[in-house]
């Protein structure tokens, strides 16, 4: 049985930083590439970054650049979404999933697998 949990989500000011983990069990982690989502009350779930099953490529949404970095430690089955310069517009739960393809997909359709997500919270 595939499972992800996220954890590392809680309340931090704004200019604040968070590092979301996500472990994951059930499959050959190592073998997908993984991303990383959110949503916000009544909006859309949006992608946010997106990582190969190397580590060797990331992407990350333009709302987010310069600010977040996804990486992956294959060892510990567990992608991290590391988020700095927080602000009040990415207050959201924050998820992660597994995409099946070969490449970093941006659409959740796209992705099979998704955790229960985490509380992300910045206050102004």
């Known amino acids: 049985q595939v499972r992800l949990v996220e954890s590392g989500g809680g309340l931090v000011q704004a200019g604040g930083s968070l590092r979301l983990s996500c472990a994951t069990s059930g499959l050959t982690y190592s073998s997908y590439v993984m991303g990383w989502f959110r949503q916000a009350p009544g909006k859309e779930r949006e992608f946010v970054a997106g990582i190969t099953k190397t580590g060797g490529t990331t992407y990350v949404a333009g709302s987010v650049k310069g600010r977040f970095t996804i990486s992956r430690d294959n060892a510990k089955n567990t992608v991290y979404l590391q988020m700095n310069s927080l602000k009040p517009e990415d207050t959201a739960v924050y998820y992660c999933?597994?995409?099946?393809?070969?490449?970093?997909?941006?659409?959740?359709?796209?992705?099979?697998?998704w955790g229960q997500g985490t509380q992300v919270t910045v206050s102004s």
């Open positions: 999933a597994v995409d099946p393809s070969s490449l970093i997909a941006q659409r959740s359709y796209q992705y099979n697998y």
